[in-house]
């Protein structure tokens, strides 16, 4: 591996791990993880989602997530539901505190996200978000294999 492409590589892995050390600083004060925030993001008020579902969006495992909704629930972000078409799950719906929360923390973040790309040129964004989508993919095609 040539020191450029080490240096890519190396690049992502730092700023991943900047990124992830930051966003855990900023959640702290809401007693709210980076994977808490992720599923509050992906459970509608009012539309429950199945327990599988958000295995599937986050990329995590049956375990992680009930230990995940678990601490939520505790918290009272969210409630747990019987699934009236499938006995075997649950539904888990935001609750008013969680909307809330939820609510706040995106537009917190929704801000970062724009300073963190302030005064790198749209098109550089744009070519940088194709590369790592790229890799992504590539990622996906061979796990698959």
Request: glycine share 6%; aromatic share 4%.
């Amino acid at each position: 591996m040539g020191s450029s492409e080490e240096s890519f590589w190396r690049l992502i892995a730092l700023t991943g791990q900047a990124m992830r050390s930051y966003a855990d600083k900023r959640l702290k004060g809401y007693d709210l993880t980076v994977e808490q925030l992720q599923l509050l993001k992906q459970i509608e008020v009012d539309v429950g989602r199945p327990q599988s579902f958000l295995c599937t969006v986050s990329g995590k495992s049956p375990a992680n997530i009930t230990r995940i909704l678990d601490r939520l629930e505790k918290k009272n972000r969210i409630v747990r539901r019987p699934n009236p078409d499938d006995r075997r799950s649950s539904l888990v719906f935001l609750t008013a505190d969680g909307e809330k929360l939820r609510a706040e923390v995106v537009n917190l973040f929704a801000g970062l996200r724009s300073e963190l790309v302030h005064g790198i040129a749209e098109e550089k964004q744009q070519v940088a978000a194709g590369v790592l989508r790229a890799i992504a993919d590539n990622i996906l095609r061979m796990s698959e294999k």
